[in-house]
T-cell receptor
């Protein structure tokens, strides 16, 4: 079993749609959680941290369920510029473990 | 803040040669840096953790004699791919964290695309 699992997608959605990504992790001792965004042939960039209390940043909402070892990312009112790969990332034992990423393609 | 600079951004080399990649923390000191490799359509895989002033910690399956890591100062870590082969062609990325990776996450260099011909 992979340490961090994500649905690879791709998710093809129209502009304005709401899309949700899910992620599960296997190490219950993991300490911190993130969503990163990676554009094609570029480095990952931090989108947001994820907390049990939930975290909202504009159109983006992230949620962590420690009991289920489940992380989610919700994107509302999708924009063309949201097209990218979204990486679920878990920090355990002071190193980052990456999911394989979920590709999102937003079309007009 | 927390900018990580990586150089070169791309390199093409011949089989058998060595390639050095530099990773610098520009506005902070990083006692620990991380080196990742990413093959097309795959996720980032941690290769090694670079510790300033001490030996790097390599992940299982990563050859330490092939991927030499030197972290001689608090702002510079280097990865040298020795005797490169075409299968080493990949996207190599370094990262570091100002806050130790807690709620601030990690900052990544812009990556180095290595092509071995």
């Amino acid at each position: 079993r992979k340490e961090v699992e994500q649905d690879p997608g791709p998710f093809n959605v129209p502009e304005g749609a709401t899309v949700a990504f899910n992620c599960t992790y296997s190490n219950s001792a993991s300490q911190s959680f993130f969503w990163y965004r990676q554009d094609c042939r570029k480095e990952p960039k931090l989108l947001m941290s994820v907390y049990s209390s939930g975290n909202e940043d504009g159109r983006f909402t992230a949620q962590l369920n420690r009991a289920s070892q489940y992380i989610s990312l919700l994107i509302r009112d999708s924009k063309l510029s949201d097209s990218a790969t979204y990486l679920c990332v878990v920090n355990g034992y002071n190193k980052l473990i990456f999911g394989a990423g979920t590709r999102l393609a937003v079309h007009p | 803040g927390a900018v990580v600079s990586q150089h070169p951004s791309w390199v093409i080399c011949k089989s058998g040669t060595s390639v050095k990649i530099e990773c610098r923390s520009l506005d902070f000191q990083a006692t620990t840096m991380f080196w990742y490799r990413q093959f097309p359509k795959q996720s980032l895989m941690l290769m090694a953790t670079s510790n300033e002033g001490s030996k790097a910690t390599y992940e299982q399956g990563v050859e330490k004699d092939k991927f030499l890591i030197n972290h001689a100062s608090l702002t510079l870590s280097t990865l040298t791919v020795t005797s490169a082969h075409p299968e080493d062609s990949s996207f190599y990325i370094c990262s570091a964290s100002l806050t130790g990776g807690g709620r601030g996450g990690y900052t990544f260099g812009s990556g180095t695309r290595l092509t071995v011909v």
